[in-house]
T-cell receptor
């Protein structure tokens, strides 16, 4: 089955620790995205990547880092510099970032809780 | 910067009735796309319907339809014959051509039996 997988589903982190969230897609999509979801605020873009080995900051990139070494993978690292990391994180992908229209397909999400 | 506003944090509707969710947006662009996404309790984001700004005809997908008023920058979602499975958070979202999505804060819809 084609789709987007995120792991783990739930993640717990102690303060001061870095943690990496996994996102994998087998849809052969060029572009991938990371969003953060907080109650009452909808989804906000953290980082996005249009092509392998290239990525851009979104609206709330501070305290996060990403890599795009393979087309199918776009891991997100939440660093200790992120002041309030407890949130629901969603990964998405689309066929091509700069064409006229790109439907974004979403993964099931990861719930990160800082203890 | 583009903004999307959903003024109804929560709504409820009786099963089989019709409900309308509101959305307004702000942009200086003339070409863009608008979307409604559904997020049920499983938290999986599901695309419900999309509207291309250059099309005057309102989009329809089965029981879901939109009222797109470009001049007023309004994009409401109408759900007809509401079903219990429609209970979810609904997000309105905006996209310029080839650009990133901007989401509203969401409206929680509860369908009651």
């Amino acid at each position: 089955d084609g789709g987007i997988t995120q792991s783990p589903k739930y993640l717990f982190r102690k303060e001061g620790q870095n943690v990496t969230l996994s996102c994998e897609q087998n849809l052969n999509h060029d572009a991938m995205y990371w969003y953060r979801q907080d109650p009452g605020q909808g989804l906000r873009l953290i980082y996005y990547s249009q092509i392998v080995n290239d990525f851009q900051k979104g609206d709330i990139a501070e305290g996060y880092s990403v890599s795009r070494e393979k087309k199918e993978s776009f891991p997100l690292t939440v660093t200790s510099a992120q002041k309030n990391p407890t949130a629901f994180y969603l990964c998405a992908s689309s066929i091509k970032h700069r064409s006229t229209y790109n439907e974004q397909f979403f993964g099931p999400g990861t719930r990160l809780t800082v203890l | 910067a583009q903004t999307v506003t959903q003024s109804q944090p929560e709504m409820s509707v009786q099963e089989a009735e019709t409900v309308t969710l509101s959305c307004t947006y702000d942009t200086s662009e003339s070409n863009y796309y608008l979307f409604w996404y559904k997020q049920p309790p499983s938290r999986q984001m599901i695309l419900v319907i999309r509207q291309e700004a250059y099309k005057q005809q309102n989009a329809t997908e089965n029981r879901f339809s939109v009222n797109f008023q470009k001049a007023a920058k309004s994009f409401s979602l109408k759900i007809s014959d509401s079903q219990l499975g429609d209970t979810a958070m609904y997000f309105c979202a905006f996209m310029e051509y080839g650009n990133k999505l901007v989401f509203g804060a969401g409206t929680i819809l509860r369908v009651k039996s």
